[in-house]
């Protein structure tokens, strides 16, 4: 399994699994009870530099590659998907697009900062009326005689919402449809910005998620991404292209944590007088999660290996992301399911892993938008 990875990505990944389970599991379920954000984890992403890892080195960053950004990421997602969301949000959906299509003015302010974690990122893009169809988002940025941008919108669902110090907002610019969609780096301290926490999630219940509410927010010209209007909807899809890339690293991790804990508790757990893991059909549960999480890790895996040679990647990320979060719900539940009557109480992780899981066939393009991706990409006919 392990075939492709170099001595440095071999180093990366033992040295994130060693911190994950010292530092985010034993966290991870008592901050879930809590709903209480993981600051320690945080910290410690600061400490130990992973929270930069993917930012190039120039700008004081780890560089790493796209491989062991998805090592790191599925260890991350293994220990607690929670911790994992604010890493994939920081540098899969804003540290990379900021690299790709930022100013080198817009990089030299705030890649250095995201590198350390002194500034963490957040990515606005759905609102409350557009979600799945975020082309037609109504959120506007009126440039002002002085070149500034007046910009009002309203952002749902925005995951590291309270705690960025830096909000990737798209808004329009332009006319109608996604061509009008401009991307703006929007310091949260900004006068009229608020982020407001929204409770009551199904899971990532210690993940900070916001509704982003911003009224005259005004920014100078230099915070439009790139310099160039109209290309926000092409600045959020290359942003989502490396988040599936995260999700579905994830989601790798979470089948993991799944296939472990399950194979501890029916090695100790006994029924009938034996261990239930001598029961055939509870064998069939720990077999159908492990083949599907080879087949999870491979296609994540292919989806970086394709980044690494700077191959299109768009359409591996759209299929490695509706099977793995796909198969990771089936494989949280079969967790609950090995568990019994015990996976249904928090004593142990399975209800946990199976809440988390579940948002990822909605979130970053649901399985719906998936399907239509790949369908589109087989016979050029676009079904939205
Ligand atoms: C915990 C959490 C964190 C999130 N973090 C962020 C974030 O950081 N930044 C951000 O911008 N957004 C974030 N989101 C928002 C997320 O990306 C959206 O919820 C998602 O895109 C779906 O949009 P929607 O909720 O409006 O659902 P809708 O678009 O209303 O979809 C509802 C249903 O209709 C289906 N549907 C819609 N259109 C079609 C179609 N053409 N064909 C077939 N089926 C269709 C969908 O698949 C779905 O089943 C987050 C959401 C959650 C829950």
Known sequence: MDLMLSPDQEAVRKAVKTWVDDVVVPRSLPNDREERFPQEALD???????????????????????????????????GDANVRSIVSVHLGLVAGVLQRMGTEEQKSRWLPQMATGEVLACFGLTEPDHGSDAGNLTGTAVKQADGSYKINARKIFITNGTIAGLALIMARTGGAGSRGVSAFLVPTDTPGFTANQIHGKLGLRSCDT??????????????????????????????????RMSISASCTGIMQACLDSMVEYTTQREQFGKKIAGHQLVQELLADTAVQLDAARLMTWRVADLKTRSEDYSLAASKA???????????????????????????YPAGKYLRDARVTTLYEGTSQVQKLIIGRALTGINAF
Do not use: H, W
């Open 210 to 243: 916001a509704e982003l509410v911003l009224e005259d927010v005004v920014v100078g010209e230099d915070a439009l991404l790139g310099g160039v209007e109209g290309t926000g909807i092409k600045a959020a899809l290359s942003a989502l292209n490396d988040g």
């Open 321 to 347: 992301k509706l099977f793995t979060t796909e198969a990771s719900v089936v494989a949280a539940n079969n967790c609950v399911q090995a568990y019994g009557g015990y996976g249904y109480v928090d004593e």
């Open 44 to 78: 410690g992403l600061k400490q130990t530099g992973f929270i930069g890892m993917s930012i190039p080195e120039a700008y004081g960053g780890g560089g790493a590659d796209p491989m062991s950004y998805v090592l790191m990421i599925e260890e991350l997602g293994r």
